[in-house]
């Protein structure tokens, strides 16, 4: 009867520690978000044009719920403000999007009846600082912000993550609303035992009582993608690392695979998936985490056919452009053109030279 007394132990949050959090007492959290919105609407440049607080409105008026800060007009501002971001920015971007909601409540006033609500509203950063390299990306920069350029390789679809959740017992069909969850990869514990009074009920609640209600909770997009270190970054006879990068509401979409990039964001962790060999109880895997970036921000270097990339051309090429669609043997001597080493397949050059050139796009 071995263990007959041992009742076990269910817990609802892991490492949570009021010591980790002693820094953001209710002082300390309504001086900074004072000192965001000051700088939101305060900060201008040298022909007092006040910048992100116009930039903000006109964002806020043509529904996109978001705007990009300079870490420099930031550190110029208030360079200890700047510093806590880049140290600490989990914690301070959160109170600087709710100082950005405020700003935008105040400027944006009044509202029409159906837009009385404030949405909420996206910081994304950006930098003129030298970038890292992604070798150089060791556990002391976890938590913490980082620059590194890269290439990127792939991309998933855009899916939907719940920021806000409530949940449902399913013995007392008690609900508990408005669970936080925090961004990026890290998943959510669900509380393992229902808080409400089982005093006196024959039928009690069981263990793992709780599901989610999708109705009532509150989701973003998110995108995942893999980035590459530059080629020009990789030393000679070694191959390539890769990176897993996750951005969310405004910044997904606005890259495609082929696009270098430079990522401003949070250096992050998350839990390794489970191993799947028989027998194993993923115990060895315990305090192993993988890294991945949460990107605030992002710059695209160069732009490719998925973003129509423009190509600059001089007034030579477009005379020369000109005359050889004035031609009438053009096609011929396109096809022509084509593999000219190679005699024959006249057929099949054609049909090369028509797969080169697309058409306009026409809509019904």
């Given at each position: 009867m071995a263990g007959f007394d041992d009742m076990g132990i269910y817990f609802a949050d892991n490492l949570g520690t009021n010591e980790a959090n002693e820094e953001f007492n209710s002082e300390n959290i309504h001086g900074v978000k004072r000192k965001f919105k000051e700088f939101l609407k305060e900060f201008h440049e040298g022909n007092f044009v006040y910048k992100y607080r116009d930039e903000l409105k006109n964002h806020y008026n043509i529904g996109q719920y978001w705007i990009e800060v300079s870490l420099e007009d930031l550190s110029s501002f208030d360079e200890d403000l700047c510093n806590k971001v880049k140290k600490n920015p989990t914690e301070y971007l959160h109170l600087f999007e709710e100082a950005a909601k405020e700003v935008a409540d105040e400027i944006t006033r009044p509202r029409s009846a159906d837009k009385e609500a404030v949405e909420e509203i996206q910081i994304t950063l950006e930098s003129t600082s030298t970038p890292l390299s992604l070798r150089q990306l060791k556990s002391?920069?976890?938590?913490?912000?980082?620059?590194?350029?890269?290439?990127?390789?792939?991309?998933?679809?855009v899916r939907s993550k719940a920021t806000k959740i409530s949940l449902q017992c399913r013995g007392c069909n008690e609900i508990v609303n408005n669970l936080y969850l925090k961004p990026g990869l890290e998943g959510f514990l669900l509380p393992r035992?229902?808080?409400?009074?089982?005093?006196?009920?024959?039928l009690k609640c069981p263990v793992d009582p709780f599901f989610i209600?999708?109705?009532k909770c509150k989701c973003v997009d998110f995108q995942l993608l893999k980035l590459q270190?530059?080629?020009?970054?990789?030393?000679?006879?070694?191959?390539?690392?890769?990176?897993?990068?996750?951005l969310d509401r405004y910044l997904c979409e606005k890259?495609?695979?082929?696009?270098?990039?430079?990522?401003?964001?949070?250096?992050s962790i998350k839990k390794i998936s489970q191993p799947t060999s028989g027998g194993s109880d993923g115990a060895s895997n315990v305090g192993i985490r993988a890294p991945y970036l949460r990107v605030i921000g992002i710059k695209l270097e160069t732009e490719n056919k998925g973003h129509a990339g423009t190509i600059s051309i001089t007034s030579d090429?477009?005379?020369?452009?000109?005359?050889?669609?004035?031609?009438?043997?053009?096609?011929e001597r396109i096809s022509k053109s084509v593999a000219p080493s190679i005699y024959g397949y006249e057929d099949m050059k054609k049909a090369v030279t028509c797969l080169l050139f697309s058409g306009s796009k026409t809509f019904a």
């Amino acid at each position: 009867m071995a263990g007959f007394d041992d009742m076990g132990i269910y817990f609802a949050d892991n490492l949570g520690t009021n010591e980790a959090n002693e820094e953001f007492n209710s002082e300390n959290i309504h001086g900074v978000k004072r000192k965001f919105k000051e700088f939101l609407k305060e900060f201008h440049e040298g022909n007092f044009v006040y910048k992100y607080r116009d930039e903000l409105k006109n964002h806020y008026n043509i529904g996109q719920y978001w705007i990009e800060v300079s870490l420099e007009d930031l550190s110029s501002f208030d360079e200890d403000l700047c510093n806590k971001v880049k140290k600490n920015p989990t914690e301070y971007l959160h109170l600087f999007e709710e100082a950005a909601k405020e700003v935008a409540d105040e400027i944006t006033r009044p509202r029409s009846a159906d837009k009385e609500a404030v949405e909420e509203i996206q910081i994304t950063l950006e930098s003129t600082s030298t970038p890292l390299s992604l070798r150089q990306l060791k556990s002391d920069f976890i938590s913490k912000l980082v620059k590194i350029p890269g290439l990127v390789i792939s991309a998933s679809n855009v899916r939907s993550k719940a920021t806000k959740i409530s949940l449902q017992c399913r013995g007392c069909n008690e609900i508990v609303n408005n669970l936080y969850l925090k961004p990026g990869l890290e998943g959510f514990l669900l509380p393992r035992k229902c808080n409400s009074d089982q005093t006196g009920r024959t039928l009690k609640c069981p263990v793992d009582p709780f599901f989610i209600m999708p109705d009532k909770c509150k989701c973003v997009d998110f995108q995942l993608l893999k980035l590459q270190e530059a080629p020009e970054a990789v030393p000679q006879g070694e191959m390539p690392r890769h990176l897993q990068v996750y951005l969310d509401r405004y910044l997904c979409e606005k890259v495609v695979p082929g696009n270098r990039v430079t990522i401003i964001g949070i250096y992050s962790i998350k839990k390794i998936s489970q191993p799947t060999s028989g027998g194993s109880d993923g115990a060895s895997n315990v305090g192993i985490r993988a890294p991945y970036l949460r990107v605030i921000g992002i710059k695209l270097e160069t732009e490719n056919k998925g973003h129509a990339g423009t190509i600059s051309i001089t007034s030579d090429e477009e005379v020369l452009f000109q005359n050889l669609a004035r031609s009438p043997n053009i096609f011929e001597r396109i096809s022509k053109s084509v593999a000219p080493s190679i005699y024959g397949y006249e057929d099949m050059k054609k049909a090369v030279t028509c797969l080169l050139f697309s058409g306009s796009k026409t809509f019904a």
